[in-house]
């Protein structure tokens, strides 16, 4: 009889716990809802404001344009051909300086991880660099590497790769220390604990920092192709300034806007995938 009651309890803490998680799902699903829809009416009343700003001439049209001008800008621009050139272009040298820095900043967040002494002689170097304007290394990377594709991907490469260092870096000494002496107490060597503490704890870090980095690479392709680049997104923003066209200037901030956003919504997919299987 008592065996019997427990079962029941049992089945009853199972369906209770069962219910709880079906209405937390449904408070999860209901959230996100709200937010998407609060985000979207965000949006377009910014869109419908300025559009009927434009209208009625309560902006300089001529400066701010309005957003129905724009799309017919967008579209003319497809239609034609002469967008897409210039879209591969930014797109793949965003794509290049994105994995490249994402890499290379994990891969020297690691050597220093490894070598105490090199941290220790390293660290004011990078955090005198990270805070150098990197529109100022554009010149010399021009002088190096000539007025082109790689130069605009080494001005990505001079933002990307230290923050991606500094983040990672700080993930990988913020680990628990307790998970590190049991290593080194069963005679685990400096390599057992990176493999099997530091780099698994600080996983979570690394792919987040692909979402940092998403943007630090806009950033850094634009800036090099205000400085040296004929084709591409930031190059029709210089253009339409020179030639004082600024609905060219805000349709290439859109794309810009759109494309960035793209890029992030795939980033955090994969962030989901890869921390899920873990």
Not at 110 to 132: C, E, G, H, Q, R
Not at 244 to 251: D, E, G, K, Q, W
Not at 256 to 277: C, S
């Amino acid at each position: 009889m008592e065996r019997s009651n427990s079962t029941m309890s049992g089945h009853a803490r199972e369906q209770w716990l069962h219910e709880k998680w079906i209405q937390y799902k449904l408070q999860k699903r209901r959230t996100k809802f709200w937010v998407f829809t609060v985000q979207m009416l965000m949006l377009l009343s910014f869109i419908l404001l300025w559009e009927l700003a434009g209208r009625m001439k309560w902006i300089d049209v001529l400066i701010f344009s309005y957003p129905s001008k724009v799309g017919a800008q967008i579209i003319k621009d497809m239609i034609s051909g002469e967008l897409w050139p210039h879209l591969a272009m930014t797109v793949g040298e965003v794509a290049i300086g994105f994995l490249l820095g994402t890499l290379l900043g994990t891969l020297l967040a690691v050597l220093i991880w490894w070598s105490p002494f090199l941290s220790k002689v390293l660290d004011p170097y990078m955090v005198v660099f990270n805070s150098m304007p990197k529109v100022a290394l554009g010149p010399i990377f021009i002088v190096l590497f000539g007025a082109g594709f790689t130069a605009i991907v080494m001005t990505t490469l001079s933002i990307t790769v230290i923050i991606t260092t500094l983040v990672v870096y700080n993930a990988f000494n913020e680990v628990d220390s307790n998970l590190i002496k049991v290593i080194v107490t069963f005679g685990g060597k400096r390599r057992d604990v990176f493999l099997k503490a530091i780099l698994p704890a600080s996983f979570p870090t690394i792919v987040s920092t692909l979402k940092v980095n998403v943007g630090m690479a806009w950033v850094g392709v634009i800036v090099g192709e205000f400085l040296v680049a004929k084709i591409g997104l930031g190059y029709l923003i210089v253009y339409g300034f020179q030639v004082f066209n600024f609905t060219l200037v805000i349709s290439s901030l859109v794309i810009i806007a759109v494309v960035a956003t793209g890029m992030y919504q795939l980033v955090v997919y994969v962030e989901r995938k890869l921390v899920r299987e873990r």
